[in-house]
């Protein structure tokens, strides 16, 4: 299964519109008329800091919890080719500006007393 490659343009639009989050994020802190001039650079600087860690912490978790669903509840053992059920596994993983919890499926085939995580791509069926 190949990874799916995002071109320059892609990013950039999706870079867009999380700028675009940008403009509510400033009205959500100062109201519609934005900082007064008290506020300094690096208040703003702040703000727009956790927004970024907040927007990727959202972000990262929604699509690794779509991804685990994907993930068939029994896989085969790469070794005996048995049927194994999946249970969920639950890990930290650190990522630029934000650490999320990755709910990942894992087997264990009691023939072969392994625990294995199912290849990607794997339909569970077979």
């Known amino acids: 299964m190949s990874t799916p490659r995002f071109t320059a ?4 639009r999706l870079r867009a519109l999380a700028a675009e989050w940008g ?62 059920p999946t249970r969920t596994h639950t890990r930290a993983l650190a990522a630029q500006g934000a650490t999320v919890q990755q709910a990942e499926r894992i087997a264990h085939c009691p023939a072969c007393r392994r625990d294995f995580f199912p290849p990607a791509g794997d339909s569970g069926v077979g």
């Open 23 to 84: 403009k509510i994020v400033s009205k959500r802190a100062f109201g519609e008329d934005g900082p007064g001039l008290d506020v300094d650079f690096r208040t703003m600087e702040q703000i727009a800091t956790a927004a970024a860690q907040g927007l990727t912490e959202g972000a990262l978790q929604q699509m690794l919890q779509q991804q685990a669903q994907k993930v068939p509840d029994e896989s085969p053992c790469p070794v005996c080719g048995e049927r194994c």
């Open 9 to 12: 343009e892609e990013l950039d």
